[in-house]
Each structure stands twice: as structure tokens, then as C-alpha cells.
């Protein structure tokens, strides 16, 4: 077969002269009402879907929010090829599945690794619907977020919300708190564990709840996701949503397995199960709904 000519390759931009990049071309999502109303009972109820759902009140609020816990997986329970790699594992109705649950919440949480990882975009992408706001779990202040990050293209194009990052670094970078402040977004101060310098997902979702988010919806990635699998943090998850995909990604990737527990006789036990569970499939893959079983 003759070989296809080559694009010309031009040289990179001066970085001091760099023009600031466009915004990625707007991808509009379709999910079928049909569809949406087999998700309506998994969903936070409505006066907790949008943000400052409590503008009005005169104290910050300071209830928990609901939680749902959703992401994607293989059949080999992997969420990504390997860390630090972007797997696109949903299929074009199922995530459109996943914009309407970022539709139908009022913020959307991810650890530092994913945001590293995915430079993602984080914001609704169904014509009309609104757009949550991002969460970043960042106990060191590591995300070296920057003016050409996906998500803060996306709030200078009104497409998406400027982040929140809950950190525990008291003296995080000024450049990255300016640059959030000039997007409408900030850093959110939560005490780690001195000897983890893990926080308690509770102090989390506290201080996500004073900022009027009365409803988040985790994301991921493994990490985050198995320690609000792990006991006594999944009391803290009222619904669950997983997109199961039909495909295995093979070992050495990021894969979603909470620490098992050990029974009264001493022999390993299955940590924790989903009732009054519902399967839809969508397109190939299925996507299960759920709640823990407490
Ligand atoms: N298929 C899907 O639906 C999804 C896939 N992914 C994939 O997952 C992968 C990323 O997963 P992973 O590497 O596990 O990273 P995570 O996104 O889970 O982030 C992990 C980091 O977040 C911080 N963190 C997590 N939990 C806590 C806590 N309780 N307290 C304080 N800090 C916390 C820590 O930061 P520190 O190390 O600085 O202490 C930790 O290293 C990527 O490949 C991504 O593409 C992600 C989301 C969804
Ligand atoms: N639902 C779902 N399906 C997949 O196949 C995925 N890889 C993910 N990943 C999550 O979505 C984020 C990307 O969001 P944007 O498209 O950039 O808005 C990514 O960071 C993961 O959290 N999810």
C-alpha cells in the first residue's frame, strides 16, 4: 500500500507568545428520555441537584450531601489500562449516561492522580443541560493546574465550571489560587491525617456541603474510589452507578477492589454488596444501579 504523505510538521510556538489554545470543539450528548427515567430513583433528590441549591439560607449549610459513587469499568474490574493512562471504556450511549448523572449533580469529584492523568474536562455536555462543579481531592497541592487545563478552557468558554480543590497544603501556589479565582474557582482546606495524610471522606463531603454542593457525584479514580468502598467510609454513599463494559483490560491496570474484610471465623469475607439493585444495558455495555447494603 503506498504511504500516505505526511502532514508537514510545524515548529512548536514560542512559549512567551503562545496564543491561549481554542476550547476543544463542543461534542453534543443525546440521552433519550426513555433512558432517563430508568436512572430518576438512583438520583439525588431534586432540590439537591444544582449548586448553592441553598443561596437563600442565611448560614452556609452545613448538612451532608448524597453521594454517588460512578464510574466505568472492564469485566476485569479496571478503570484504566495502567495509572496515569486515559481508557476510554464507555461506549456512546453510556456516557452520555454519565453527562446526564454530571446534569443531575451538583458537583463531580476526582483524586489528583486522575486529574493528572486525564487533563479531563469534568463539565455536562447535553445541549442545554447545566454543568457540575468540579471536585478535586489534592492533599498536597500537586495538580499543576494551568491556563490551557481542559477544565478551565471549558469555564472561559461558559461550557463548564471552574474547580474547587480540597487540599490540605496550607500555603498551596499562589499562581494556581489566582488562576482559580480568576475562573471562579478555589482552594478548599481540609485537615489530613497526620500519619496517612489522608483525609476522612466525611470532612470532605462537610466542607463540599458548607459550600451549598448538596449533591456530588465520585468519579474516581482507583484509589478514591476503594477507600469510600472500605469500611466505615461507604456509609457515606447512597447510590451507585457502574458502567460495565464488555471488554478485559488485562493486568496492571487501575483496578476497582475494596480491602476485604475477615468474618467471625477468621476466614476472608466478601466486604460489601449492592441491593435493590436495577441492570440497564445501553448500547453494549449494562450499567448497574444500586445501593450498599448497610
Ligand atoms: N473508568 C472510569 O470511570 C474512570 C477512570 N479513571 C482512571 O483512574 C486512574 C487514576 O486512578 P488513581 O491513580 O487511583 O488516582 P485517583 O484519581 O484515585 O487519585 C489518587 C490520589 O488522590 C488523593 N487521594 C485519594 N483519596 C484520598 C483521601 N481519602 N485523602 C486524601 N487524598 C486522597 C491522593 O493524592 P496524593 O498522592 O497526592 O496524596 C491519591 O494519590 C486514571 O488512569 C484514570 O483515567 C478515573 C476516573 C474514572
Ligand atoms: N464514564 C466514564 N467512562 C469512561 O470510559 C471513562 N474513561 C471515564 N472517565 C472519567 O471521565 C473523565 C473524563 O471526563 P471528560 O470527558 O474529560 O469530561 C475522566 O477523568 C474520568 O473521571 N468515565
Known amino acids: 500500500m503506498q504511504a500516505q504523505p505526511r502532514a508537514p510538521i ?41 449548586q448553592d441549591q441553598d443561596q437563600n439560607a442565611p448560614t452556609p449549610q452545613s448538612r451532608r450531601p448524597f453521594v454517588t459513587l460512578t464510574f466505568a469499568t472492564s469485566l476485569d474490574s479496571s478503570l484504566s489500562l495502567a495509572p496515569g493512562t486515559r481508557t476510554v471504556l464507555s461506549g456512546p450511549q453510556s456516557k452520555a449516561m454519565t453527562h446526564h448523572l454530571r ?11 486522575t486529574a493528572v492523568a486525564d487533563d479531563p474536562g469534568l463539565n455536562c455536555r447535553i445541549a442545554g443541560a447545566r454543568s457540575p462543579r468540579p471536585v478535586v481531592v489534592d492533599p498536597r497541592a500537586r495538580w499543576a493546574l494551568h491556563r490551557d487545563s481542559k477544565v478551565l478552557q471549558l469555564a472561559r468558554a461558559g461550557q463548564g465550571l471552574a474547580p474547587f480543590i480540597v487540599t490540605a497544603e496550607r500555603e498551596p ?23 496517612t495524610g489522608r483525609f476522612s471522606w466525611a470532612d470532605v463531603f462537610d466542607v463540599l456541603g458548607r459550600e451549598g454542593l448538596g449533591s456530588i457525584m465520585v468519579e474516581g479514580g482507583g484509589e478514591v474510589i476503594n477507600s469510600l468502598l472500605a469500611e466505615p467510609e461507604c456509609e457515606l454513599v447512597d447510590s451507585v452507578i457502574v458502567t460495565i463494559a464488555p471488554t478485559w483490560l488485562g493486568q496492571g491496570g487501575v483496578v476497582v477492589s475494596p480491602p476485604r474484610t475477615v468474618g467471625e471465623s477468621g476466614r476472608p469475607s466478601a466486604p460489601l454488596r449492592l441491593t435493590g439493585v436495577e441492570w440497564h444495558p445501553l448500547g453494549e455495555d449494562v450499567v448497574l444501579c444500586g445501593k450498599i447494603l448497610r
Do not use: M, N, R, W
Request: aromatic share 4%; hydrophobic share 45%.
Open 10 to 50: 510545524s515548529p512548536p510556538p514560542a512559549a512567551a507568545s503562545a496564543p491561549t489554545p481554542a476550547p476543544p470543539p463542543a461534542e453534543t450528548l443525546v440521552f433519550p428520555p426513555s433512558d432517563a427515567a430508568k436512572l430518576t430513583s438512583h438520583l439525588p433528590p431534586q432540590h439537591l441537584q444544582s
Open 103 to 113: 446534569a443531575h449533580h451538583a458537583a463531580i469529584l476526582i483524586g489528583v492522580g
Open 173 to 195: 501556589s499562589a499562581g494556581v489560587a489566582a488562576l482559580l479565582a480568576e475562573h471562579g474557582g478555589k482552594f478548599l482546606f481540609v485537615e489530613a491525617a497526620a500519619e
